[in-house]
């Protein structure tokens, strides 16, 4: 939702710069991984056998998945980045995390209805 309103108050003309947002999309997304791998690393985590079972087409997927939730309730606003993401989520490589995370989305989602901006 943060990223919704940015880009409305920098007037970004969607049509031109969807490439732009979706590659901040992906970055934002590994950022949240290798910062959660990072953490799991730490000294703190390691004195309490934390471990982070993350692999990253899985995250991406999630990410992925959640910006397209989120951003699809303004489908007029974001019609190419839409595609985009949708193109992204239907690619071989994630075709099964779809199932797997089934539970996952459907809980996520009971929340993202709830949410008006």
Same mark, same amino acid.
């Given at each position: 939702?943060?990223?919704?309103?940015?880009?409305?108050?920098?007037?970004?003309?969607?049509?031109?710069?969807?490439?732009?947002?979706?590659?901040?999309?992906?970055?934002?997304?590994?950022?949240?991984?290798?910062?959660?791998?990072?953490?799991?690393?730490?000294? $703190?985590?390691?004195?309490? /056998?934390?471990? @982070?079972?993350?692999?990253?087409?899985? +995250? *991406?997927? %999630?990410?992925?998945?959640?910006?397209?939730?989120?951003?699809?309730?303004?489908?007029?606003?974001?019609?190419?980045?839409?595609?985009?993401?949708?193109?992204?989520?239907?690619?071989?490589?994630?075709?099964? $995390?779809?199932?797997?995370? /089934?539970?996952? @989305?459907?809980?996520?989602?009971?929340? +993202? *209805?709830? %949410?008006?901006?």
């Amino acid at each position: 939702m943060k990223m919704h309103y940015y880009l409305k108050e920098w007037r970004l003309d969607m049509s031109k710069h969807h490439t732009f947002v979706l590659k901040t999309i992906r970055r934002t997304i590994h950022f949240a991984y290798t910062s959660a791998c990072n953490k799991a690393t730490h000294k $703190l985590a390691r004195a309490h /056998r934390a471990r @982070v079972n993350l692999q990253e087409r899985q +995250v *991406t997927w %999630l990410g992925l998945h959640a910006f397209h939730s989120v951003l699809s309730r303004k489908p007029q606003a974001y019609t190419h980045l839409l595609k985009a993401l949708s193109f992204q989520l239907s690619l071989p490589r994630y075709r099964h $995390l779809r199932k797997r995370f /089934r539970g996952v @989305v459907a809980e996520g989602l009971s929340t +993202v *209805t709830l %949410l008006c901006f």
